[in-house]
């Protein structure tokens, strides 16, 4: 499976962003896919994922404000952010896995590019 992320981009405190994921290769339709984000200096965190069912979960960090969803018939998963806050600031990783929902990045095999994010205050 091949991912492809984009929809970054500089947007002020409060404001909204689309974050996309085309995927290519193996038919991911049976796939969870996952958003994951990397901070200057940090580690990658979960952010949310997605299960083929439309099953979704998110980190605390953003559940309310974050939404995944999914387009299966364009392969393509989004990731819709509101309230944007400075703390969001990040490199934006699309992944996927073949297995259940998870939260844990090491069971997620397949990665694209990052997108950044810049969120102003």
């Known amino acids: 499976v091949q991912l492809q992320a984009s929809g970054g981009g500089l947007v002020q405190a409060g404001g909204s962003l689309r974050l996309s994921c085309a995927a290519s290769?193996?038919?991911?339709?049976?796939?969870?896919f996952g958003w994951f984000r990397q901070s200057q200096g940090k580690e990658r965190e979960f952010v949310a994922a997605?299960?083929?069912?439309?099953?979704?979960t998110y980190s605390d960090s953003v559940k309310g404000r974050f939404t995944v969803s999914r387009d299966n018939a364009k392969n393509t998963v989004y990731l819709q952010m509101n309230s944007l806050k400075p703390e969001d600031t990040a490199v934006y990783y699309c992944?996927?896995?073949?297995?259940?929902?998870?939260?844990?990045?090491?069971?997620?095999?397949?990665w694209g590019q990052g997108t950044q994010v810049t969120v102003s205050s």
């Open positions: 992944a996927a896995n073949d297995g259940g929902l998870s939260t844990v990045l090491r069971t997620y095999h397949y």
């Open positions: 997605i299960h083929w069912s439309a099953r979704t």
């Open positions: 290769g193996r038919t991911p339709g049976g796939y969870t």
